[in-house]
């Protein structure tokens, strides 16, 4: 009722002030995209070049006073639904520091095939993870070099006791008509 008295008062009408209203709406939503899709796009582009502020190489080296631990992530670039058909699968490795205080210190990520050879090395040097921060690693769709039964190992370390890093890896594939996503879980194997 109130739009209908003001449209009769500054002499505009019913169905453009309408209009007018979906254009700011529009360009109030467009706005907000465009925000959300250049800091998707900035952090895709730190991700490309490993140029994070929460992630930083590292000079220290990592001795026998360092608590160590190394997990074990299954991951799986295709799986198999018939004996010769498979789906590929994109892989996303994802390292979280789960302590409010304390950095960890990320000395290697490496990526194995299914017969145990190594295909990538994503660090060559110990990395700082500051607290509560998470890195992640991309293995793209067509990348089938791991197969059906690859694996990263990631090798971490610490100064003091800090709360258990989570390491997990997630697999997706969302093209055509199936739509399918599996997280595996980062296993301690010392």
Do not use: W
Request: charged content about 20%; overall charge negative.
């Amino acid at each position: 009722m109130l739009v209908y008295y003001l449209s009769l008062y500054s002499g505009v009408t019913l169905k453009s002030l309408f209009k007018t209203i979906i254009f700011i709406i529009f360009v109030i939503v467009f706005c907000g995209c465009e925000d959300g899709l250049k800091q998707t796009q900035n952090e895709t582009t730190k991700k490309q070049t490993n140029t994070y502020n929460h992630f930083k190489v590292s000079d220290i080296i990592i001795d026998e006073n360092y608590k160590k631990s190394e997990f074990y992530v299954p991951v799986y670039s295709h799986i198999f639904y018939a004996q010769d058909r498979y789906l590929k699968l994109a892989i996303t490795l994802s390292i979280r520091n789960t302590d409010l205080e304390k950095d960890l210190y990320v000395q290697s990520i490496d990526y194995y095939n299914t017969e145990g050879k190594l295909v990538k090395q994503f660090i060559k040097q110990a990395h700082i993870l500051e607290p509560m921060a998470s890195v992640d690693y991309v293995v793209n769709l067509d990348d089938m070099s791991g197969g059906s039964g690859a694996n990263f190992l990631i090798n971490v370390a610490s100064k003091n006791d800090i709360t258990q890093p989570i390491v997990q890896a997630i697999m997706i594939n969302n093209s055509g008509n199936s739509d399918l996503c599996f997280i595996t879980q980062g296993i301690i194997i010392k």
